[in-house]
């Protein structure tokens, strides 16, 4: 089975600074990789995925993640965040045998401060 | 209007209670999931249906069951309600024969077990 780690639980950071949230995860097969945000009172909305070709995959609102074999990560980065930012996101993995079901990482919540 | 709701948004019961929470999705998608949201555990997923005459356990399905009563309906009941079912709940959907994995999510419904 695989399984999902995002290592900070929350992230302060100040409004046009870089963001990096990190993702490792743990599968025996190849997987599919996903990040998901969940902004407040709201459901998940996906913002950006691996599948399969380059690595560095850009998604909406400026994201971008870089899928590493070696070291199981997909880390999550954004080189300058907004007030707008401010929500939790969330690192999803999946693979083909098991259909389109997601394990989730716990979630990392991003507080943007001005 | 949106592609996925959920119904109701919010409800407060008592400890044995039976409830019910519905979703109704007008995407056309054939697959329909529920997830259980508890604070530092991401999205677990409770119950999963790849067509009306599919119904599928995940990972916590003990005290939960489901009911696909038509292609775009996809209801979780809590038979007996207990306290540690307290959490916020949401109904995805995802296309068999769309690019992989993406599921969309509903707003998600906040339930409290007194």
């Known amino acids: 089975a695989q399984s999902v780690t995002q290592l900070d639980s929350q992230v302060p950071v100040f409004e046009e600074a870089p963001v990096e949230l990190r993702c490792n995860y743990s599968s025996s097969v190849s997987v599919y990789l996903f990040w998901y945000v969940q902004y407040p009172n709201q459901g998940l909305q996906l913002l950006l995925k691996?599948?399969?070709?380059?690595?560095l995959v850009k998604g909406i609102n400026g994201f971008e993640a870089e899928f590493n074999k070696s070291q199981t990560s997909f880390h999550l980065r954004k080189p300058s965040v907004h007030i707008s930012d401010t929500a939790e996101y969330f690192c999803?993995?999946?693979?083909?045998?098991?259909?389109?079901?997601?394990?989730f990482g716990g979630g990392t919540r991003v507080l943007v401060k001005p | 209007d949106a592609d996925v709701t959920q119904t109701p948004r919010n409800r407060i019961t008592k400890t044995g209670k039976r409830i019910m929470l519905e979703c109704s999705q007008t995407k056309g998608h054939d697959r329909m999931y529920w997830y259980r949201q508890d604070p530092g555990l991401g999205l677990r997923l409770i119950y999963y249906?790849?067509?009306?005459?599919?119904?599928n356990k995940g990972e916590i399905s003990d005290g939960y069951s489901v009911s696909r009563q038509a292609q775009a309906k996809f209801s979780l009941s809590l038979e007996s309600a207990i306290p540690n079912q307290t959490a916020l709940y949401f109904c995805?959907?995802?296309?068999?024969?769309?690019?992989?994995?993406?599921?969309?999510f509903g707003p998600g419904t906040r339930l409290t077990v007194l």
């Open positions: 995805a959907t995802s296309d068999r024969d769309r690019d992989l994995n993406e599921q969309f």
């Open positions: 999803a993995v999946s693979i083909k045998a098991a259909g389109n079901k997601l394990t």
């Open positions: 691996y599948l399969s070709g380059s690595t």
């Open positions: 249906s790849f067509d009306v005459k599919d119904i």
